[in-house]
């Protein structure tokens, strides 16, 4: 089941724009994913990146802040 699209930003608020260079391989499969989820490629990066921050706030990912020759940070 596709997940909501991002939510615009509330109003006074703007978002920040910036240049993102890619591989055109993964460009094309994010656009795939991104039309299979009905969103555009911009609002499916904005997704990911969102959906990568819960994570890391939560502590649920893979050794998210890796120390010194890939031990485990504090």
Not at 6 to 34: C, H, M, Q, T, Y
Request: charged share 30%.
């Amino acid at each position: 089941m596709p997940s909501r699209p991002a939510a615009p930003p509330p109003p006074g608020e703007s978002r920040k724009a910036f240049l993102l260079r890619v591989d055109p391989a993964l460009f094309a499969e994010i656009e795939r994913w991104a039309a299979d989820e009905l969103r555009s490629v911009n609002g499916q990066v904005e997704y990911l990146l969102r959906e990568a921050v819960k994570a890391r706030r939560r502590g649920s990912g893979r050794n998210p802040r890796p120390g010194p020759a890939g031990t485990a940070g504090a």
